[in-house]
């Protein structure tokens, strides 16, 4: 049966707003992906460069021109290096060093200093100290560092200024390269001013001398795609590119660069990760949060670089401070989190005063930990998703306002958590007076009430479960939209057609609710029915199930049960037929018999089991050898069997001892005279 959504409900408003906005949204994606990846217009320019003459005059022109003037500053540079290689030895060593660098050890600048005549007491120099010590010295080198390089761009400029240059784009072309050379020279000159590699006295930034070459390589590879690549899309201008092809070459040298700086990022991970973890002996919420950083600080790193991509190719305004905040949203949102699974850990925690009042609640309570932490990951998940859309310019809290449609979802989002709250508390409220109830009728020593309940207690609960569960899903169905209606019909249907096709199934799940009412029988009886016998092993909504005394298992349906014959219910007798010689006095046998059965009572084993005297009921009857004494003694449930063995056993071990005649050895004298003698 259909059940449809009701055109104006919660559910078919949900299917329609993330229709639309799934629609709009694959549209925009389409639309900008389209823009980033225009790399054929990028083709097409550079087809048409290279097939049109005027262009590659231009292009032949530009480039001897640029050729000369690279020359001539590269000459520049390497006579002027040379020169200020001296000063520059210089200043290293006149670099005060330090136990850190590992140049010159602690002890050993103390033995110096005291050879020298110096007896004070050597003090540790703090690194703010050797910083400030450090910093004339590694700006004069970097000074010195950067000398050619300014003057490969001075012997440059000269020339672009001379008559050699004769139109304007080539004077253009010529000085956005120096310039390029020289900002790329300069971030790798700033570098090297920092790690200093090969020099650790000139280091300012602590890190080994791997770390300093590692920083220094890459430094120069990024510097050279970011600039050259820029230079290149600038200069393509120049001759004609497009604008769409020149967004797209920047955009490509942004993704070479985004994919280098992912590189880097998984090179470094671990030891980044090292240094982000917290020592073994710190402990704490702070501790805690370390550690998980440094597990995940990679994953971190390289989304916000793809965001930031994303952000600055699609152009997306206020994209940093968006991305900024995303940070601060998730952070505060993992916080929150931590905090309310502390909160709820808390709260489910039992006292040993209510464990001992409501039996089970403890067990009860653990198994909704795992749904409730789902519940409030979910919950915190939708709070730090609503700012998140807010902080990107969404609006989402004009989303819940009167009548929108997030003022409906959180209106139906409520009324089911109602449901389902009152179902939990209906169901838990039921099982919390079941085992208090089973708790004092075990106290009271009602044992045959308790296992009548415990017998019932199955069906109950899973008639229980059935309605809860069945009247809050049509509550919930009802409040996000679903016409119930159809529902109901359906299981009115349904009803009907099982009540005709399954008269059998009514028949025993009804004869055995009445069984089990009247409690005629309960699990770990010993029953006969419906032509078994065994033992009760479990009770089911229309079956018995009975294990007989050779282990055979029996399924009996309770319609097939007419009358239950239950051995084993308050008591039982062990009733015990004892044949003997039909010349044994009766009497004394049956003295004989009472007092080896008040000797086994008496015996610890047997004392709390037989419940009376043996009662010798008289000769029961006669047979052609033997005349049969039936007696009987009471006994606890379950164990009248047990107890009739014990007692035959020491019947025949006291009658062997005293020699009563067997049935089969005996016979009956009819007279005393003795017969005559054969000869008379």
Not at 342 to 370: F, I, K, M, N, W
Not at 530 to 547: D, F, H, Q, W
Not at 552 to 568: D, G, K
Request: hydrophobic share 50%; with cysteine; net charge positive.
């Amino acid at each position: 049966l259909a059940a449809p959504l009701a055109p104006d409900s919660v559910g078919a408003q949900v299917l329609t707003s993330a229709s639309e906005r799934l629609s709009r949204l694959s549209g925009e994606i389409l639309s900008n992906a389209e823009a980033i990846a225009d790399f054929p217009t990028l083709g097409n320019w550079l087809v048409h460069l290279a097939t049109d003459p005027d262009r590659q005059q231009q292009v032949i022109g530009v480039g001897w021109r640029l050729l000369l003037v690279l020359a001539a500053g590269l000459i520049a540079e390497a006579a002027l290096r040379p020169v200020l290689r001296r000063p520059a030895a210089a200043v290293r060593a006149a670099t005060p060093a330090h136990h850190a660098d590992g140049v010159l050890p602690l002890e050993a600048a103390g033995l110096a200093e005291a050879e020298a005549g110096q007896t004070e007491k050597l003090r540790r120099k703090t690194p703010g100290l050797v910083l400030l010590l450090r910093l004339p010295f590694a700006i004069s080198h970097f000074v010195l560092d950067i000398l050619p390089v300014l003057a490969l761009l001075a012997v440059g400029y000269v020339i672009a200024g001379t008559p050699l240059i004769d139109s304007y784009t080539t004077r253009l072309v010529i000085i956005g390269v120096l310039q390029a050379y020289v900002a790329c020279r300069l971030a790798t000159a700033v570098m090297r001013l920092l790690v200093s590699p090969g020099n650790p006295r000139l280091r300012l930034v602590p890190v080994s001398e791997h770390g300093a070459a590692y920083l220094l390589r890459w430094t120069r590879r990024l510097a050279a795609l970011v600039v050259f690549g820029y230079a290149a899309a600038s200069i393509g201008l120049l001759f004609g590119l497009y604008t769409v092809a020149y967004d797209a070459l920047l955009k490509l040298v942004s993704m070479v660069v985004l994919v280098c700086l992912v590189i880097i990022v998984l090179q470094v991970r671990v030891p980044v990760a090292l240094r982000i973890r917290a020592a073994d002996d710190r402990t704490g919420s702070v501790a805690m949060l370390r550690n998980r950083f440094a597990a995940i600080w990679h994953v971190v790193a390289i989304f916000y670089l793809i965001a930031l991509w994303l952000v600055w190719s699609l152009a997306v305004p206020n994209g940093l401070w968006r991305l900024a905040s995303t940070a601060v949203i998730v952070f505060l949102g993992r916080m929150l989190a931590i905090s309310a699974y502390g909160a709820l850990d808390r709260a489910l925690l039992v006292s040993p005063a209510t464990a001992a009042r409501h039996p089970g609640l403890e067990a009860r309570l653990r198994a909704y930990q795992p749904v409730s932490h789902a519940l409030l990951t979910v919950l915190i998940t939708a709070l730090a998703c609503i700012a998140l859309f807010q902080a990107w310019g969404l609006d989402s809290l004009a989303w819940f306002g009167t009548g929108a449609l997030g003022g409906r979802i959180v209106g139906a989002l409520g009324g089911i958590g109602v449901t389902l709250a009152l179902s939990l508390a209906v169901w838990e409220a039921s099982n919390s007076a079941f085992q208090l109830h089973l708790a004092r009728l075990a106290r009271d020593a009602q044992a045959a009430r308790s296992a009548r309940l415990r017998t019932l207690l199955p069906m109950l609960r899973t008639t229980l479960l059935v309605s809860i569960c069945t009247v809050a899903g049509l509550m919930v169905l009802s409040e996000i939209g679903v016409n119930t209606a159809p529902l109901l019909a359906g299981a009115g249907v349904v009803g009907l057609a099982i009540g005709f096709g399954s008269q059998k199934l009514v028949q025993d799940i009804i004869t055995g609710l009445f069984l089990l009412l009247e409690n005629t029988m309960q699990v770990g009886d010993v029953v006969s029915l419906g032509g078994m016998s065994g033992t009760v092993e479990a009770l089911s909504i229309r079956t018995i199930r009975l294990r007989a005394l050779d282990g055979s298992v029996h399924m009996v349906p309770f319609s097939a049960v007419t009358t239950v014959t239950n051995q084993t219910r308050d008591f039982g007798y062990a009733v015990v037929d004892v044949s003997v010689g039909l010349n044994e006095n009766p009497e004394h046998v049956a003295d004989l018999l009472r007092t080896v059965a008040r000797e086994m009572r008496n015996e610890p084993r047997w004392e709390a089991t037989i419940r009376d005297d043996l009662d010798v009921l008289g000769v029961d009857s006669f047979q052609e050898t033997a005349l049969v004494l039936r007696t009987r003694t009471k006994t606890v449930p379950n164990q009248r069997w047990a107890v009739a063995r014990e007692l035959n056993r020491r019947i025949k071990a006291r009658f062997d001892e005293l020699a009563i005649e067997s049935p089969w050895t005996s016979h009956r004298v009819l007279s005393t005279n003795p017969p005559p003698p054969a000869n008379e």
